[in-house]
Structure formats: C-alpha cells, structure tokens
C-alpha cells in the first residue's frame, strides 16, 4: 500500500498550546494536502503543498514537506478547543489519492 | 453553495441486496472519487472517475461498481453487498484532481 501514516495516532494538548503532527509516505508525489475530520463528518481541506515547495502557511496552520525524507508536518499554532478533531495527510500520485491513518487531536479547554 | 451531496446519510440492508448511493456535485469538477473508511484502516480509495465515461480502479474496488454518464453525478453501486462492505462511505470531487477535495458528508452503511 503506498498509504501515508501520521504520527503520533493521538495528541492531547491544553488550549493555547501547538500542536505538531507528522506524515510520513512512500513514493514520488504531486502534491501533498492535509484535511480535518469532526467525528464521523466529511473531511474538511485544509492546506496543500506542491511537491516543489518546502514550506506553506494558512492561518493558524504550517505545513512543511521533505521530499527526500518523504514526510511532512502539521503545525496549529495557539490551538482552540474547536481544533479537536482527526486529521489526515492525502498524498497525490497521478491521479491517485492515498490517506493515512489519522492522528486525533484533542484540544483541552 | 459549492457541495458534494451524497444520499442516503444511512442505510442498512441485507446481504445480496442490490443497492446504489448516489453522489452530486455542483462545482463543474472533473474528477470525482469514492472512499470507504474503516477504524484503523484510515480512508482508501474504491474507484475515481477523472471526466465523463471514465472511471479506473482505487484500492479496494472489489465488489462496486460506479458510473459517470454525467459530469455532475457519480454514483456507487454494490450489486451484491456482503457484511464485510459495511462501513462509512464518502465521495469527493476536485478540479482535475490535482487539487483540495470537496467531500461529502457520507453514507453510513451496514450489510445485515
């Protein structure tokens, strides 16, 4: 399976704090984008970065890429309560997509 | 408003019933695509369609079907779901596939 994996599987942090969560995948990529999921909803885009970039801000959110680590991170800066929720790296390759497995946050009010 | 409609929310049937799950979209997207996720297993992808009458295989399509007569509808079939094809389901649209999804909300399916 090329599926990228997050980790940690789960964070708990306290409201205000960052949150840092990882995504390591297998193969080449397109671009690589990072989603959020609130309980059983439809997962929400959050940020993508082309596979020729090494860093991209949103808001509250970092993402960065290494390509030849193959891997990536999320950053939330400043966390919210709001912010608990899962969320998923998707690679693209070709005109595939692959998710991972996830890494639920939980943010402390 | 942009959205990814997916009926029905949840559907419980028997084994060997022939059902289908309908999935629009109204952005004029071409690539559209389904996912099951299962816990543990993250979301893997069953079929993807990049434009009209053209579909390929993801990486569980055993077992569904799909179709793309329309650039706007993507339906999934299960022409003989089993218990094993229980799970949460959710399709997703992208201009030409190269960037961010618009998911739906997904379909809750269990096989009895």
């Known amino acids: 399976s090329q599926q990228g994996e997050e980790d940690p599987q789960a964070l708990s942090i306290q409201e205000g704090e960052n949150a840092t969560m990882n995504c390591s995948y297998k193969?080449?990529?397109?671009?690589l984008q990072w989603y959020r999921q609130n309980s059983g909803r439809g997962l929400v885009h959050l940020i993508l970065i082309r596979s020729n970039e090494r860093e991209k801000h949103s808001g509250r959110l970092r993402v960065t890429l290494d390509t030849s680590k193959k891997s990536s991170s999320l950053l939330i800066t400043a966390s919210r309560a709001a912010d608990t929720a899962s969320y998923f790296c998707a690679t693209n390759t070709g005109n595939q997509f692959y998710f991972g497995t996830g890494t639920s946050l939980t943010v402390i009010p | 408003e942009a959205q990814v409609t997916q009926n029905p929310r949840y559907l419980i049937t028997v084994t060997g019933k022939k059902l289908t799950v309908t999935c629009s979209q109204n952005?004029?997207?071409?690539?559209m695509s389904w996912y099951r996720q299962d816990p543990g297993l993250g979301l893997r992808q069953i079929y993807y369609?990049?434009?009209?009458?053209?579909?390929d295989k993801g990486d569980v399509p055993e077992g569904y079907k799909v179709s793309r007569k329309e650039k706007r509808n993507f339906p999934l079939i299960l022409e003989s779901p089993s218990p094993n094809q229980t799970s949460l389901y959710f399709c997703?649209?992208?201009?030409?596939?190269?960037?961010?999804?618009?998911f739906g909300s997904g379909t809750r399916l269990t096989v009895v």
């Open positions: 952005m004029n997207h071409e690539y």
């Open positions: 193969t080449s990529i397109n671009n």
């Open positions: 997703a649209s992208s201009f030409l596939g190269y960037y961010g999804y618009t």
């Open positions: 369609s990049m434009n009209v009458e053209v579909t």
